[in-house]
């Protein structure tokens, strides 16, 4: 598998476990040796994985929460590290995301979440791919 399949494999099964609620599959995406964060929409800046971690475990324990699609993702990668632009479409509104993900142990971890309002993502939902940068 590409880098680039692999990165976007990996944002897919973060957003799986977002929608699933899987606190256990969503702990095993971060990783471990470098510094996480997270800016939740309207949250100020966590940093430290115990600290981001412990925010999901809130975010995920409300299954009450709204559904949404994950739309428009391209991937961005320079050797070890990867940046995956992707929308977050819900009914009501829409966010815009970024990923950061690190290669740890052979695998593609993320590392950032961020995600803040924005326009509805472009008609298409292929949006030109960057190249790999090596």
């Not at 990783?31 to 115990?50: E, K, Q, Y």
């Not at 981001?52 to 949404?68: Q, R, Y």
């Amino acid at each position: 598998m590409s880098d680039r399949a692999a990165v976007l494999f990996a944002n897919d099964a973060f957003y799986v476990a977002f929608q699933s609620h899987d606190i256990q599959a969503m702990n095993a995406l971060w990783a471990i040796g470098p510094t996480v964060s997270c800016v939740h929409p309207g949250w100020n800046h966590l940093a430290g994985r115990d600290v981001v971690m412990e925010s999901w475990d809130g975010i995920l324990a409300n299954h009450d929460g709204p559904s949404f699609e994950v739309k428009g993702s391209s991937a961005s990668i320079f050797e070890d590290t990867a940046v995956v632009i992707c929308y977050e479409v819900f009914a009501e509104a829409t966010m815009v995301a970024t990923n950061v993900f690190v290669r740890e142990d052979g695998e593609w971890r993320i590392m950032h979440h961020q995600a803040s309002a924005s326009p509805p993502p472009p008609v298409s939902d292929e949006l030109e791919q960057p190249e790999t940068i090596q």
